[in-house]
């Protein structure tokens, strides 16, 4: 065995490792006398735990955990139980209490009252929201006309009526486009009617028939022809004279059919002075039907003469050919080949004894 001697800088001394003997001697797992183990000695009947050295025991003076649990025997002299004894706290309840009451009693606002019992609990001025609301004050009246600034649609202007034509929340007395039509009040033709600019891109402009610089949607005389528009039978058509042939109440001027009392704005399918009335109640009307008087909606006419089948007392012409104009066409061409026949023979004398030759 190598032994290396170790210098220890600062003492000067040396030392040498243990040799094995000495670790064998000094770790208790051999003697003074030859170094034999327990094990070689028959007479050892001693457990490999005798050699221990005994656990000093837990001393018990009664304190245990914070939470009053120290082990040990219980009052009643038992051995220790595994369960935690329960245990009131009192000290924990009393102070969840307090947080629970300094929770409930907070006042953001400072002005008193508690949150839970202030109407605007961010509003030191107000508990209750008032007429303005939290956070705006009950008070100011600039134009003096008893309605707060806060509910006034003109608080700078005198209108005690709060009157708003077109509900945008601004007062018609302050409000520059009162009726909401997109035409400024001094530009608007009908300030107070709803009259916007009609037509395309820079052409836009109020209808304004008679150009007399009043809007139609408030002109008492749309038309300028001094006759007022509930009186006027043409009330968008100038006609000072007011003539109405067929009596029906709307002037020539403007009437589609001025002879035709029943028509005045379309004259419908049969025209001026033909009524529209279906006498069958096929669906054709009269003006139309072929069959006036007989249910005819499909309107057949196999022959072609104005007259449907369903009235017609001759709807086929059966002793006429299908094609008389054919059949004419057809007997103008035999007689032409017969004449030309008859050229040929006197002709051609030659063609005409062979003929006769040619039949005994």
Known sequence: MIVFPFFFFGCGNT????????FTEE????????????????????????????????????????????????????EDSDERPDRERPDRDRDDEESNDEETEIDIDGDGVIDSEDGCPADPEKTAPGVCGCGVADSGDKDGDGILDCVDNCPLDVNKNQDDLDDDGIGDICDEDIDGDGVSNIDDNCVDIYNPREGVFFQQEQPDLDKDGIGDACDPDIDGDKI?????????KENPGQEDSDGDKRGDACDVCPDDDAKTTDKGICGCGVPETDTDGDGILDCRDNCIDVFNGSQRDSDGDGIGDACDDTPFKADEPENPDADSENTESDSEISDTDAETTEDDPEIS???DNSHP
């Open 353 to 355: 004894d062979s003929d």
């Open 27 to 78: 770790s208790g797992t051999g003697d003074k006398d030859g170094g034999k183990s327990d094990t070689d000695d028959p007479d050892n009947t001693d457990d490999e735990t005798s050699d221990d050295s005994e656990r000093p025991e837990r001393p018990d003076n009664g304190e245990g955990d914070d939470d009053g649990w120290g082990g040990g025997d219980d009052e009643d002299g038992d």
């Open 15 to 22: 030392e040498k490792l243990p040799d094995a003997d000495s």
């Open 228 to 236: 007022l528009n509930e009186e006027d039978n043409c009330p968008n």
